[in-house]
């Protein structure tokens, strides 16, 4: 296949061929203006003042025999004066003619035969007849012979006149010829002009725009996901070259998305892989756990009292590390449901679902003689969730706090909304995380090397949980630590503008019970309305602990 003109070579030829035309009508036009401005100005300039001339040389002659007339007649000095006058103009006229008369054969024979006629009538009549008294009329021969010798004078200047008249018609036809030719020659070479742009732009569009408007077409296909869309490699290099790398980006397009294929169906497979092998496992690991814990407990009530202090430590060890590949079993069972499951939202009140949480982590929280106190808005805070994963994620950020919490020490749990989105940050005064380790939270099995070192209990995947719980609901978990002092973990929802439906009987009866236990200890947990930003001049600076999966 050929590789095509560049786009430069086809449009090059039509540039000069416009170039060419437009230069050829510009000195068609411009010779024709000049040939034109050349005959009107010899009309104008020329040719018209030396007929006016002629006529004034005739007006000079009729002037002069009509002085003469008079001065014959009555013999007046006006006479004599108008002659002297006429005869003084005549030189200055005559020579006007002569001058234009040069060079024209024609015209200057009729000239001095014009001239030779005036003379003839001023030296044999006009001058004598003047010379002589005033009043006295000549004899009738000398008058017959000026009247014949005037009539040659007339004759002579209307062939003369009739010349010039002649003269001024022919220029005047050049001018006009010379006009209409510029103007003929202008609209030919523009019709002409108008013929090579239109095969040009024929051309152009069968050699350039075709080939572009189908690569437009074939982009299209291509955003459509159409498998199929290929490119005709033709037009100019340039045009051939982009359908070849939109072919063969097309051809690496339909090889990704059957590689794609391929690890999608792989990664199924994994999934199904991993959730029936961690079902199994879990299956056969609390089985035998089971067995074991139930073993250590009637060893622990036969031989009450009776074991040696070494015993009872191997007992307790026993027994500790039974209690932790329980609840790794468990949290690798929610971790499992969590990523695999599908989510059955609903509409649900965030407040109560936070304050039941809180419920849940008392016991643990009192035993130790830590206090957790809520604050947040008296009102309904809906959102839509999965209740019972959404609680799951709560429960491990608030179990974590009174984990990692000193005894005696105060977590709370402070709830704001802010435009369409609500808020939830729990925070601690616990051990708090090194700053170097921040980076590594939420990944799977991760403990702090604080956590580890104080032997907290802990399996390393309760962060996990929530992550993935809260990128399941479309929200975001953000937390701030620092080591000695304490952490904070914020969990940020979308509200839901629909509403939440009236509470259960169940929950009313909860709620009820919880506010009974609230009257009854003073140390219990406390619900405070506050305004909508409230907190958060105080709450310190919120560093990303790991972001959101979209």
């Known amino acids: 296949m050929s590789s095509g003109r560049p786009v430069a070579r086809l449009v090059q030829p039509v540039i000069v061929r416009v170039a060419a035309m437009a230069a050829l009508m510009a000195v068609i036009a411009v010779t024709g203006v000049l040939l034109s401005t050349t005959a ?37 000095a006006a ?14 006229d005559q020579q006007k003619v002569r001058r234009f008369a040069d060079g024209d054969d024609e015209l200057e024979l009729l000239v001095v035969r014009q001239e030779r006629a005036a003379e003839q009538w001023l030296e044999k009549y006009a001058r004598p007849v003047m010379d002589g008294p005033g009043g006295t009329r000549p004899a009738e021969p000398r008058v017959r012979a000026g009247a014949t ?10 062939a003369t006149s009739q010349a010039f008249d002649s003269r001024v ?30 095969r040009a732009r024929n051309r152009l569009m069968r050699e350039l725009s075709e080939p572009l408007l189908a690569l437009e077409t074939v982009v299209q296909r291509m955003s459509k996901q159409d498998p199929d869309a290929r490119a005709e490699e033709r037009g100019p290099k340039e045009v051939r070259a982009v359908a070849s790398a939109l072919n063969s980006f097309a051809d690496a397009q339909r090889r990704a998305q059957a590689v794609e294929g391929r690890i999608q169906s792989e990664l199924r497979s994994l999934d199904t892989a991993r959730d029936d092998f961690v079902s199994n496992v879990s299956h056969e690991l609390r089985t035998p756990l089971t067995t074991i814990s139930g073993y250590l407990e009637m060893i622990a009530e036969e031989f009450d009292g009776r074991m040696e202090p070494r015993h009872e430590r191997i007992l307790e060890a026993t027994r500790r590390n039974v209690a932790r590949l329980k609840a790794l079993i468990d949290d690798l069972l ?28 008392r016991i643990t929280a009192a035993r130790r003689g830590i206090h957790v106190t809520v604050t947040g808005p008296d009102r309904v805070v809906p959102v839509l969730a999965d209740r019972a994963m959404l609680h799951r994620a709560f429960l491990n950020v608030l179990t974590n706090a009174v984990k990692f919490s000193h005894d005696q020490d105060d ?47 802990g399996t390393g995947l309760g962060l996990r949980i929530t992550q993935t719980i809260v990128d399941r609901h479309s929200g975001d978990v953000v937390i701030e630590s620092r080591e000695g002092e304490g952490t904070t973990v914020a969990i940020r929802l979308r509200l839901h503008g629909e509403g939440v439906p009236p509470p259960m ?24 309305a506050v305004a909508d930003d409230a907190g958060e001049g105080g709450l310190p600076r919120i560093v990303p602990a790991f972001p959101r999966r979209r």
């Not at 169940?506 to 405070?528: F, G, K, N, W, Y």
């Open 169 to 198: 018609r022919q220029a005047r036809t050049d001018a006009s010829f010379r006009l209409k030719g510029t103007v003929l020659a202008v609209v030919l070479l523009t019709a002409a002009a108008w013929y090579v742009v239109s």
């Open 411 to 457: 977590v709370t749990v402070e709830m704001s909304i802010h435009a369409r989105e609500v808020e939830v940050a729990v925070t601690d005064h616990g051990i708090g995380i090194p700053a170097a380790e921040l980076d590594r939270l939420g990944t799977r099995f991760f403990r702090a090397s604080n956590a580890v070192t104080n032997e907290i209990a």
């Open 149 to 158: 010798t005037f009539d040659a004078v007339r004759s002579a200047h209307q």
């Open 40 to 76: 009107v100005n010899r009309l104008t300039d020329d040719l018209q003042p030396a007929a006016a001339a002629n006529q004034d040389v005739y007006q000079d002659l009729t002037d002069m025999s009509a002085a003469v007339e008079s001065w014959t007649a009555s013999g007046q």
């Open 79 to 92: 006479a004599a004066d108008r002659f002297a006058q006429a005869l003084v103009r005549f030189p200055a």
């Open 334 to 361: 929610a971790l499992s449901r969590a990523e695999g499951r599908g989510s059955e939202m609903e509409t649900v009140d965030l407040a109560l679902l936070v304050r039941e949480a809180v419920t849940d982590v």
């Open 505 to 528: 009987p169940h929950e009313i009866v909860a709620e009820a019970e919880a506010a009974a236990r609230a009257e009854e200890s003073p140390t219990a947990p406390t619900l405070r």
